[in-house]
Every structure is written in C-alpha cells, then in structure tokens.
C-alpha cells in the first residue's frame, strides 16, 4: 500500500502562483511514477503532469509553460509549482503514483482545492 497526502491548495486571483506537494509513504517501489491530475465538476479526471523516477517529465498541453513539476526521490516528494494561474484551472488537484511495473495499479491523494477567481 501508498499513502499519499497532498498540501497547497488554495485559492488565489488569475495570474497567481500557486505549489502543490504530495508526500508519498508506504510500499514505494523505485522506479515509478508521480504526478498529478485534476478534475473540475461535472468534467473527467485529467493528467496535469507527472515525472518519472528518472526524471522525465510529461504535461498537458494547457499547462506548459505555466506548470512545473518536480520531485525529490530521497523523500518520495513530488511538487507542482503553478503560475500565470486561470480561472479554468480551478479543480480538485489529485496527486498521483504507479509502480513503473505491467499492470501496477494507480495510487491516489485525497485531493486538494484549487480555485482561481478571475
């Protein structure tokens, strides 16, 4: 099992900064993959960014740019630094982890709010 706990949310005016950690404890498996995703209401959830243990990065098209994500191996730390925030990224913010390994399945934070007010 992996517990992931989630911190930063918030709310703050379009063109803001906001950074979102998650910490990771547990069954953690070196070569892996953490990220985040979001989902607003009524809409799916949606991949934001991940990074993998090599550090390979990956973002959606609406948020390069704006977004970067980070981690820290050593402590099984992942963060998303977000600027240039927009209404349209108001959601749930969920932090994300899979064991690089076939048929691992995904972990999950709790979520924390996002909201931008224009």
């Known amino acids: 099992q992996v517990q992931l706990v989630e911190s930063g949310g918030g709310l703050v005016p379009a063109g803001g900064s906001l950074r979102l950690s998650c910490a990771a404890a547990g069954s953690i498996f070196g070569i892996n993959t953490m990220g985040w995703y979001r989902q607003a209401p009524g809409k799916q959830r949606d991949m934001v960014a991940t990074i993998t243990s090599s550090a390979t990065t990956n973002y959606a098209d609406s948020v390069k740019g704006r977004f970067t994500i980070s981690r820290d191996n050593a402590k099984n730390t992942v963060n998303l630094q977000m600027s240039s925030l927009q209404p349209e990224d108001t959601a749930v913010y969920y932090c994300?982890?899979?064991?690089?390994?076939?048929?691992?399945?995904?972990?999950w934070g709790q979520g924390t709010q996002v909201t931008v007010s224009s």
């Open positions: 994300y982890y899979r064991r690089r390994v076939i048929g691992s399945s995904p972990y």
